[in-house]
Each structure stands twice: as C-alpha cells, then as structure tokens.
C-alpha cells in the first residue's frame, strides 16, 4: 500500500517544452497538463521574479503595467531565459506533483532537430535544476511520429511535418532513425505575426497577439476561397491614425493574403526534404503519403495546401495537437523497446 501511495507522488513524464504551450504526460495517467509557455514576471532592484506561470500568465499578454512582462521564455522551439525557462518548467512539474513528490522523477523531453548542443544541454540542465533524476532527450519530429503511430521502427519510409509555435520540423524516418530532417524556423507565430503587419498595413490598425491567433483559428486559410460569400469576422483594435480604439470587420481572403508567403515557405521546405529523400523511402510516402501534426497543422485547408502542391497524399493527424507529448510519453512508457530514439547525453 505504502509503495502504491508512494507511486503517485514519483510518477516519470514525458514533458512537450513547446514554443506556445507546454504539455506534460505522467506515467500511467496520459496528459495532465497543457498550459501556455508564457511566464509573467516583474524586475525588483535588478532581479526578475515570476508572478504567474501558464494560463494565468497568458491572460495578462498585452495588459501588463510598466512593471510586468508577460514573457515567453522559448523562441523558435529552444530556450531564450534559461533562468525564467527553468522557473516554468519547476512550476509545472511541482504543479503535476501537486507541490511535493517522494522521490526525483525521469523525464523525457522533446526537442527540436535543428537544437545546438549548447541548446539541448540548456533544456536538459533546466528539467535537472527542476528536480529531474535523470533526463532523456528525443527529438520533436520523431515524437511526433511516434504520436501519429507512424511504423517508425519497421524498414519502411514515413514522412512528418510538425507545425509548432515557434519551428516547422519535417522529417523522413525508417528503422527507428532520421533518414532526413530539416528544422525551419516558421510556424504558428510567423502566422501571427504576418496576420498583425497584414492588418497594420492595409488596415490602418494595430492589433495584439491574442487576436491574430484568434482571427487565425476563425478564418485563416490556406487556398484563397473562390465563393461569392467569404467567412468575415468582426476585431477590435487601435487606430494608426487617430490613437482610438475602433471595430472593423475582415474576410477571409484578408486572411489568405497575409498567410501566402509563409504558407509557400512550409510547402518549398516540403518539397525540398521529399527531393533529398531516398529513392526506396520516397517510394514509401508517395504509397502512404505525408501526415502534419502540430497546431499549425489545424489552418484551415493547409493539408490540400500541400497536397496540391507536392502531388502526394497529405492527411493531419488525428490529435494534431498531443501528437508530439503522446510520442514523447511513448518513449517513456516502452523506454526498452524505443531506447534508440533517445538521447541520454549531450
């Protein structure tokens, strides 16, 4: 009973240290949490403290006094403030523990494929700072494979794109390894970003980055829409030239115009990683096609997007937006049989 009340408090995980959202997987219990990277923090005689971690933090991005930041400490998908990344990563992992636990945990955390040594060491040295027993390391694309329940280990060719906040990974994999890889630094931030300079320029007005994500999600798009009667949508913002807030309403071809040119990067990166693919591997994909994975993956009709640019199979995954933690929970879960995929030091 003893060791049965004990396990609950030393549970392992599987943590997907993402760009715009962390998710952590405990052993045994699935996905616990999923919460935004986003710390907000205030600087007191030269030293920044963490007022709110997570969804707390992201509710003040664009509505913080002077004295707070509502920071992200991830850029492109590696760690920016190791002091303020290491603080997150502590505050979510005694969060899953519920503030204490009885011994140290293994974790298992994602990591970009294009990540440095020095970047990898970064994130390894934050979850040991945390608390971690001992840390592996898999990489995202491979996670997100594993995820999708792609035969990552069987001698046949699969093909991912992992479309995160901060980093598009696209990876062809056999045998449990990387035939090849390739991590671009575009993804649901560039869209954002583009969607604020789009409005900014041909509107006449500033918006924040909540709004770009929400106009994003509500009628963003891939393929310029040919109907007669677009989706619009109504957003709120500053006026450029009068300094006032004011309300305006945009359509979704608005949309499809500020999204092209990032949207045309993802689908070239595409292509040039199926023209370095392997003959006998390539065979395998045009057979079973490409899957996309990641919240990037859910623009609307990016998927024909890409199918029609690449002339092969595109479908998303089933659960785009856990693909890369449930992956990551795999490899901790069946550590003996994925023990290849793993990266124990850096």
């Known amino acids: 009973m003893l060791q049965k ?36 923090v205030t600087e007191i005689k030269g030293k920044k403290h963490v007022l709110a971690v997570g969804e707390e933090a992201k509710k003040m991005v664009g509505r913080t006094p002077e004295n707070i930041k509502a920071i992200r400490p991830l850029r492109d998908g590696v760690i920016a403030d190791f002091d303020i990344a290491e603080d ?105 970003n583009d969607i604020i300079e789009h409005i900014r320029r041909n509107n006449n007005l500033f918006i924040g980055e909540r709004t770009a994500e929400e106009i994003k999600k509500e009628i963003g798009t891939a393929i310029a829409n040919s109907r007669a009667k677009p989706k619009e949508m109504k957003i709120k913002g500053r006026s450029i030239s009068q300094g006032l807030p004011v309300e305006i309403k945009i359509n979704e071809h608005h949309i499809y115009d500020a999204l092209e040119k990032t949207v045309v990067e993802i689908s070239n990166s595409v292509r040039a990683a199926l023209e370095k693919t392997p003959p006998e591997l390539a065979s395998d994909i045009v057979e079973k096609g490409i899957i996309i994975t990641g919240g990037g993956s859910m623009l609307n009709n990016l998927d024909k997007r890409i199918r029609k640019d690449t002339g092969l199979p595109v479908s998303v995954a089933e659960e785009p937006l856990q693909c890369v933690v449930y992956g990551t929970g795999r490899c901790l879960e069946e550590m003996k049989t994925l023990k290849n995929v793993l990266i124990s030091s850096v």
């Not at 979850?127 to 594993?146: C, D, H, K």
């Not at 060719?157 to 901060?166: F, K, L, P, Q, T």
């Open 88 to 192: 997150m990563i502590k505050y979510f992992i005694r969060k899953v523990h519920r503030g204490s636990f009885a011994s140290a945990p293994q974790i298992v955390i994602c990591v970009p494929f294009g990540a440095t040594a020095v970047e990898r060491r970064a994130i390894k040295e934050s979850a040991e700072s945390a608390g971690a027993r001992s840390v592996f390391l898999v990489e995202e694309p491979m996670a997100a494979a594993i995820g999708a329940n792609l035969p990552v280990t069987e001698p046949t060719g699969s093909m991912i794109v992992d479309i995160g906040g901060g980093t598009t990974e696209i990876a062809v994999l056999s045998l449990g390894g990387i035939s090849y890889a390739q991590s671009v630094k575009i993804g649901g931030d560039r869209m954002d």
């Open 5 to 40: 009340i004990l396990g609950l408090f030393s549970s392992d995980m599987a943590i997907d240290l993402g760009t715009a959202n962390t998710l952590v997987y405990v052993s045994g219990k699935g996905v616990v949490l999923n919460e935004p990277s986003v710390v907000a």
